[in-house]
């Protein structure tokens, strides 16, 4: 599976939107991009995913670069239960959809 | 959505008890399950994949005689540590997807906390 960088760790604003930056540079081109958060004592939530096109739910929005070599997850109002531990992770069906987290980016959304 | 049930959720036992970890998805069949083991402050590690009606794959460095993996049907998948020991302690939690859908995400548990003493 091709790996992803995210910064350790960022703060964000109560009320304010979020943007974590993800790069996959190595990514194949039928590779998806999943995030997943976590929260402490939890087990991994699922936020949105895509694959080329900008995708938005009632969680976030990805946006995901041209030449897919990087992601950005908004979330577009930030409150306190968003803080948590927010994975990037591509995967692809031929490898059985495994994913393998990294270390994450730890968001501390403050008042 | 799709939701994935893990059972206990907590366990604290002796020294050599075996301990079994049922994951069920509820709503939806699941050929594959992933199991994940993760220790304080790090992030998650896959065990192995477990496959309905076969033999589960473990990752490399992953004992297969020490964590027993049983998938029995679509929605049932278990894991047994055997003989635990202290070091065994950690969290594991179980994935699962939808495979009737490409590319749909997995849903995890919420995870079991095993305590060894």
């Known amino acids: 599976d091709a790996k992803t960088t995210q910064p350790t760790s960022m703060d964000c604003a109560e009320g304010r939107a979020a943007n974590l930056p993800c790069n996959h540079s190595?990514?194949?081109?039928?590779?998806?991009v999943y995030w997943y958060r976590q929260i402490h004592s939890q087990g991994p939530q699922y936020i949105i995913h895509?694959?080329?096109n900008n995708e938005t739910n009632e969680m976030a929005s990805l946006i995901i670069t041209e030449d897919r070599k990087s992601s950005t997850l908004i979330l577009p109002h930030a409150t306190l239960r968003d803080t948590a531990v927010y994975y990037c992770?591509?995967?692809?069906?031929?490898?059985?959809?495994?994913?393998?987290f990294g270390g994450g980016t730890r968001v501390l959304v403050k008042p | 959505g799709a939701v994935v049930s893990q059972h206990p959720s907590w366990v604290i036992c002796k020294s050599g008890t075996s301990v079994k970890i049922e994951c069920r998805s509820l709503?939806?069949?699941?050929?594959?399950m992933f199991w994940y083991r993760q220790f304080p402050k790090q992030s998650l590690m896959l065990m192995a994949t477990?496959?309905?009606?076969?033999?589960?794959?473990?990752e490399q460095g992953v004992e297969k005689d020490k964590f027993l993996i049983n998938h029995a049907s679509l929605t049932l998948s278990t894991l047994t540590v055997t003989s635990a020991h202290p070091e065994d302690s950690s969290f594991y939690i179980c994935?699962?997807?939808?495979?009737?859908?490409?590319?749909?995400?997995?849903?995890f548990g919420d995870g079991t906390r095993l305590s060894i003493l």
């Open positions: 477990s496959n309905e009606g076969s033999k589960a794959t473990y």
């Open positions: 190595t990514i194949s081109g039928n590779e998806y």
């Open positions: 992770i591509v995967s692809h069906k031929a490898a059985g959809n495994k994913l393998t």
């Open positions: 709503d939806f069949q699941a050929t594959t």
């Open positions: 994935s699962a997807r939808d495979w009737g859908q490409v590319g749909q995400p997995q849903h």
């Open positions: 895509g694959l080329k």
